[in-house]
């Protein structure tokens, strides 16, 4: 373990965070993540370079916008601080061992999916292949192909097994239960878990995503629940905790 790689990797995180930000609530909307400067979501006036440190503009500003005073979401702040966390975090976990690079895209994922899932109920497209090439790219480079073409026969099976499941729960509640970005996201949970720990990856995502279903169902909102980020953070969960789910399912299993 080495203290500067670590620090540099928060670093990272932190600067990645702010971008996740920016692209998870940009794109949904259809606005231009080059074209548009960043600007106040209030005044609109265009940020300048030291309102945009991650974490330290926001304290440096006091949680307020220099020009018209609105409150800053505190979201900003976490998410380039979670963000920054987990890039570090990858780090001390496996080195630069090939889950460091598997760790980074989930992580990355998990942002991206927490901020435009439950913002706007959608899974981007873009972030789902950039982290699938990145995975692959990882598999290859540490692996063979045939590691790499088992891995995507893994997704596949998780990927055509969610289609199954919508198809029986859009029957049955005669709604959408599942949304496509869910199901491609079934895709990168084979891809990264395999099928045995993939289901436990599913299983807990149902679990992680109860008391939120109950809440709401008591609150009686109608909208509609977004399960991406339940499916994402059980993912990374199961993937640090992988060894150990192993041994519990060879326990299980004999
Ligand atoms: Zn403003």
């Known amino acids: 373990m080495n203290i500067f790689i670590t620090i540099c990797l928060f670093i990272l995180g932190l600067v990645f965070g702010s971008f996740f ?12 993540i080059t074209k548009t400067h960043s600007h106040c979501e209030n005044c609109k006036a265009t940020l300048k370079w030291y309102e945009l440190i991650p974490v330290f503009s926001y304290i440096f500003l006091r949680g307020k916008c220099h020009h018209c005073h609105t409150k800053i979401s505190i979201l900003y702040p976490l998410i380039e601080l979670s963000t920054g966390i987990l890039f570090a975090v990858s780090y001390l976990l496996y080195n630069f061992d090939y889950q460091f690079f598997i760790s980074i895209a989930l992580s990355s994922l998990l942002i991206l999916i927490f901020i435009s899932d439950f913002k706007y109920f959608i899974i981007l497209d873009s972030p789902l292949v950039i982290s699938i090439i990145i995975i692959l790219g990882t598999y290859l480079y540490f692996f063979d192909i045939k590691y790499v073409l088992l891995h995507i026969l893994y997704g596949l099976f998780i990927f055509i097994f969610l289609l199954f499941i919508k198809f029986l729960g859009d029957k049955l509640f005669k709604r959408e239960s599942l949304g496509g970005g869910d199901i491609k996201l079934g895709f990168v949970i084979g891809l990264t878990l395999g099928i045995p720990l993939g289901c436990v990856a599913l299983v807990l995502s149902a679990f992680l995503a109860l008391p939120y279903a109950l809440t709401s169902l008591y609150l009686n909102e109608e909208r509609e629940l977004p399960f991406g980020p339940f499916m994402i953070a059980a993912t990374v969960i199961v993937f640090i905790y992988m060894v150990k ?10």
């Open 21 to 32: 930000f920016v692209v998870a609530s940009r794109l949904p909307i259809n606005e231009d």
């Open 245 to 254: 789910f192993n041994y519990l399912i060879d326990f299980l299993t004999f």
